[in-house]
DNA sequence: TATTTTAACGCAAACGATTGCACAAATTCC
DNA sequence: GGAATTTGTGCAATCGTTTGCGTTAAAATA
């Protein structure tokens, strides 16, 4: 039974104009009488008036809502951003409209032409990241947008995430600092930001440590469970299992504890495990994980600060956050020997 | 750049009817012929026309949309309630507008009038729960509505929530099996439906079993991760402390362990532990939770499936579906010896 | 008293779509 | 060959607000 200005101003004997002032706090520069407020007010009341958010979007062209869209709505992750990123925008007026890809790309396409159609205010998207023909029609479009967590070097947009290969590199380290060189990386989608970058990392990692990289060594295909607890099988089944595995993802470490745990194996007796993001329940795992946390409150603050400075001045240099990471060492990883290993170490590399 | 209907309409000559039919595919309904197709399809794609949402929404009265309120976005059970949830509504072609009430009715309010004030098709609420002026004011804009998981029984909407209570007499009675008389409950946010049912199954369990309920081992306060850590440790001091303690939901058992770790107190070893809410890591913790899991897809599913039959039929009957919960029995609890203790126990009672 | 201000309000044009109805021209039917 | 259909398109109202610009009547000023 939503009725509108036009029905209070009939009600009220006043013309729709007054009505709207009087009920919008606009009635400071028009000066209307107070009786006139009061009536209005009342019958407004009366009659349960709510404004229109869809005229009042369309006539003052601006929603206050952002969109956003997220890989993985239930991963820990992404659910502690949205999180955070709700609370910052609720302070500033402005609601967010949801979507979960599920990384899924095409899923991706078509709700940010869904979000583009409801003229939301603002975008923030976490992109699945393996193309970015329809990022090119945001900016086409010319609504603000900031990416976070995956991005897109090549495309000029503003973007905020973690040093993902400072993260990588972080948790590699320490497992080469513990003696480990056969180390396994449980990798997500590829081709995304997020993936390559924590791939680069590890690389580097083994690299700079004078350890050759074994491809064989490098697996996985999303950042699902499931994919964890299929590769750590596999890599269980090596000639020459590893002896440490760094997961790119919290859920895939999940995978890899499961499948650990049905062949027996030990964490961190007979494997260590470290895993990029570093979930609420991390330091309650069987062991207590260690984990290369994101700073996500501040990625959250951040990303509404570049949003909001993209909104008052669109034509600003982009910007390109990189936030650190921190490793956080827990019960998970063993040190180990130096065992003679087929692996050649070219320690000597180190110093030159 | 966006460009309208009518900038279509002047650039290829036609009307913005005939624009608007062909764009939009109600051409079958008026016949257009093919070369008028192909021309305004042109040009509306070279011009990257896109439909305004607000217009057409304001325009038919309908926005394909519908408003989700949760009270935690980063709790585990909530974001897979979503994320169910928009998986769900995207196959029927809605698409969620999502707000995180934090537990705070006031949020919880200002958040439903404002998808009141966005026109949504319909409203999915996970209400905080400790009062509903505001749900009535729903019913009284006639938009359909249903509660999951947070429900009001005095109030005559559509709900669907696990069967909490006897979710809660499944664990409770698991442990009284286990012989424990000394069994403790953290409560979550007191006045909530999960709450107040969860409490109930817990009593109903203990006098069933002839247990006198001692209130000095019900405690908490929120469903919060802090408030399972404190109360934790105000019972592990207690006098004679309680040799079990069930938790009424995921996070409070994470705050549990926390506590537990810091006193030295192993699990099962030296106090048992069994939550509500089974969360996809629980099965990895140390030790690995036994759990009672409430069926979120279903649940999800089945809401969606209400919300549906009222959006075509207002005035049916009310439904209020409770799910059957399960208890994932792991290896948090031990069975322990029927101790005297300065509990009476009437295990006659059972009988009578 | 004539003139300028001010107070209190109304008109009407957007905003961008949808859609029932009308209507001319081209076909088909008898 | 005239009537009845069909085909292809346009008119204009409508959805509910916002807001620049008028327009009165009363009050203030000269």
């Known amino acids: 039974m939503s009725s509108t200005l036009q029905d209070i101003a009939e009600k009220t004997g006043f013309s729709v104009s007054t009505v709207s002032r009087v009920l919008h706090d606009t009635s400071k520069k028009y000066t209307i009488s107070k009786k006139t407020q009061d009536k209005i007010k009342q019958v407004a009341k009366e009659c349960g008036y709510r404004v229109n ?20 709505i239930s991963n820990p992750f992404f659910s502690a951003v949205i999180k955070s990123l709700a609370g910052e925008l609720r302070k500033k007026g402005y609601s967010i409209i949801v979507y979960d890809s599920d990384e899924d790309i095409a899923i991706e396409r078509s709700s940010v032409k869904s979000l583009l159609e409801k003229r939301v205010d603002g975008l923030i998207l976490a992109s699945v990241g393996q193309d970015f023909s329809h990022i090119q029609k945001i900016r086409d479009a010319e609504i603000p947008l900031v990416m976070v967590d995956r991005c897109f070097e090549e495309l000029d947009v503003d973007s905020i995430s973690v040093d993902n290969e400072k993260g990588s590199l972080l948790a590699v380290n320490y497992l080469i600092n513990e003696g480990h060189t056969r180390i396994a990386f449980i990798q997500g989608l590829p081709g995304t930001y997020a993936n390559e970058t924590r791939l680069q990392g590890y690389k580097s990692a083994l690299q700079n440590a004078g350890i050759e990289i074994d491809e064989n060594l490098i697996v996985g295909d999303d950042f699902r469970e499931l994919n964890g607890y299929l590769k750590t099988k596999l890599l269980l089944k090596l000639a020459t299992p590893p002896t440490a595995i760094f997961t790119a993802g919290d859920l895939i470490a999940l995978g890899t504890l499961e499948a650990c745990r049905e062949n ?6 007979d494997l260590s495990l470290v895993t990029f993001d570093d979930p609420i329940f991390a330091s309650y795992l069987s062991p207590a994980l260690s984990a290369v946390e994101q700073p996500i409150t501040k990625m959250a603050e951040m990303a509404v600060a570049i949003l909001s400075r993209r909104m008052v001045s669109p034509f600003d240099e982009q910007m390109k956050v990189l936030l650190e990471p921190k490793l956080n060492i827990r019960s998970s990883v063993a040190r180990i020997q130096q065992q003679p290993s087929p692996v050649k170490i070219k320690k000597s590399l180190k110093k030159v």
Chains 1, 2 share one sequence.
């Not at 958010?53 to 890989?71: D, F, M, S, W």
């Not at 027996?264 to 007796?269: C, Y």
């Open 53 to 72: 958010a869809l005229a009042r979007g369309l006539r003052v062209q601006k929603t206050n809502e952002i969109g956003v869209v997220v890989p993985d």
């Open 264 to 269: 027996n194996i030990t964490i961190p007796g």
